[in-house]
């Protein structure tokens, strides 16, 4: 008997035992297009603020777009490994509140960590290009070239940065898709509870609300 | 997870005192913090520099804006059996506090690295990954184990840098007989 509870602990550790599914994670159509740029488990990703006005001050611009292409990106070496990322090219539909970087002439790109090397990037890539969004989302983006809430001493230029590249201001509200008809977070981690922004955003339930949301910040 | 209860920990180019570039200040300070966490259950947990194989490598570097405070790997070339699986035995895990979001925090009230609090919450949050728990993800344990699933939550005064009863639990039922 106590060899068997030693065996359903063991299995509850591994397989997290009280978690809540909040997330619907059932994936179709071209909502798999998401799947790669969501934090995987063993990182730890940050909480989105308490509303979306909050989410939109992150920013350096929220945009309604959709998805051109993907391509492989660059990699950050590093003593406990190669950090490799891909590159999502959008077609700005319309820029909601904030301003596309100047100095990027209109060109957005969106970077993601995929994964370490040397597992290939390749398929990644080549799985989003089969499953490119056919509906235009919106996307909460920050230029990698605006730092703010330094540290003092911070060395601006020795930042692992691309300035030609706009990441996720908060994986938690990054990009808002309708999946089946629902607006969700597309790039949230899975089984994680909907709350603040992102509560706020999912409750607008489509892309129209939400970019009539966001159009109102400025 | 551990293929057994004790649990070497190898820090690779970490201050004490930190406060260096391109890294976190008291980053070893908040390892020391974690590692005492995990020793506090049926785990022997300890600092090893000299382990040729340690069970976990422990660091800082700036791996840029992706997204996480911290990240918990097993690499390829790990000397386990488990590679990335879950569920199996990865000697030589990769635990990395992103200096990144220590320098250039832009996430509301902090990013997870920027007071010793913080910083303890996160090492004892990655080295639990490395012992195989996972997130914490039920809306009543979120300021009460450090297995929460964000690094930013709540202020840096609320407690949180352990795994709960309920956590400890499950790892020294695991770890006892290992």
């Known amino acids: ?54 989410a939109y001050e992150l920013t350096t611009t929220t945009v309604l777009a959709k998805v051109a292409n993907v391509r492989p990106g660059r990699t950050i070496k590093g003593e406990a490994g190669d950090l490799q990322w891909v590159v999502v090219e959008l077609d700005v539909v319309e820029v909601l509140n904030g301003e596309l970087e100047p100095t990027l002439n209109g060109k957005t790109e969106v970077e993601f960590a995929a994964n370490w090397a040397p597992t290939p990037v390749d398929p990644i890539v080549q799985k989003m290009r089969a499953s490119l969004p056919s509906e235009p989302s919106v996307w909460l983006l920050r230029w990698e070239g605006r730092p703010f809430g330094l540290m003092p001493g911070a060395k601006v230029d020795d930042f692992n940065v691309d300035e030609t590249k706009y990441v996720l201001a908060n994986h938690d509200v990054g990009v808002f898709a309708e999946q089946n008809g629902v607006l969700v977070s597309a790039t949230a981690s899975k089984d994680v509870p909907s709350r603040g922004a992102r509560k706020q955003a999912e409750d607008l339930k489509t892309v129209k609300a939400l970019a009539d949301h966001a159009r109102k910040f400025r | 997870v551990a293929n057994n209860k004790y649990y070497a920990f190898h820090y690779v180019n970490l201050s004490d005192s930190g406060d260096y570039w391109n890294g976190v200040p008291n980053a070893a300070a908040a390892g020391n913090w974690g590692i005492a966490r995990l020793d506090a259950t049926a785990l022997v947990a300890y600092r090893d520099e000299s ?81 195989g728990l996972r997130h914490t993800n039920v809306e009543q344990w979120r300021n009460t184990s450090c297995m929460w699933w964000a690094a930013n939550t709540g202020g840096s005064s609320i407690y949180r840098g352990a795994p709960d009863d309920h956590e400890v639990t499950h790892l020294n039922l695991y770890y006892q007989n290992r």
């Open chain 1, 1 to 54: 008997m106590r060899k068997r509870m030693v065996v359903l602990a063991a299995l509850a550790v591994l397989t997290g035992c009280g978690s809540e599914t909040v997330t619907d994670t059932k994936q179709s159509g071209d909502f798999q297009f998401f799947e790669p740029m969501r934090l995987p488990e063993g990182a730890t990703g940050f909480e989105a603020p308490d509303t979306l006005n909050g």
């Open chain 2, 51 to 131: 382990d040729p194989l340690p069970d976990v490598n422990f660091t800082v570097y700036d791996y840029g804006a992706n997204g996480a405070a911290g990240f918990t790997t097993c690499p390829t070339n790990n000397t386990g059996t488990g590679n990335a699986h879950p569920n199996r035995w990865c000697r030589g895990q990769n635990v990395i506090f992103i200096s990144y979001y220590y320098w250039n925090c832009n996430i509301f009230g902090g990013c997870g690295l920027q007071d010793d609090w913080w910083r303890r919450k996160l090492a004892c949050h990655e080295f639990g990954h490395t012992v």
